[in-house]
């Protein structure tokens, strides 16, 4: 059985930084792309990021891009979001999801984290 577990979240002021982790279990971590979505209240969710098997290739969404770095360990299985300069904007559930390197959509999803940026 596939799990994905979110962790890192929580309440962090203008300007802050956290670092969320997600902890795979139940596949070939390094057989798989691993992505970061969000979602805000009354919102769609919405990619962040994502990090390729080797961890080689990273893309990020613009809002996102050069304040928040993904990366991943696949010796622990595990792929990090360390994020600054946070905005309120950033306010949001935070979802890490897995994709097989051979197919083009997400299979595994967490179940988030919540992050609040506070002004």
């Known amino acids: 059985q596939v799990q994905l577990v979110e962790s890192g979240g929580g309440l962090v002021q203008v300007g802050g930084s956290l670092r969320l982790s997600c902890a795979a279990s139940?596949?070939?971590?390094?057989?798989?792309?691993m992505g970061w979505f969000r979602q805000a209240p009354g919102k769609e969710r919405d990619f962040v990021a994502q990090?390729?098997?080797?961890?080689?290739?990273?893309y990020y969404a613009d809002s996102v891009k050069g304040r928040f770095t993904i990366s991943r360990d696949n010796a622990k299985n595990t792929v990090y979001l360390q994020m600054n300069s946070l905005k309120p904007e950033d306010t949001a559930d935070y979802y890490c999801a897995a994709r097989h390197t051979a197919r083009a959509v997400y299979d595994y999803w967490g179940q988030g984290t919540q992050v609040t940026v506070s002004s």
């Open positions: 139940g596949l070939t971590f390094s057989s798989y792309t």
């Open positions: 990090i390729s098997w080797s961890g080689g290739s990273t």
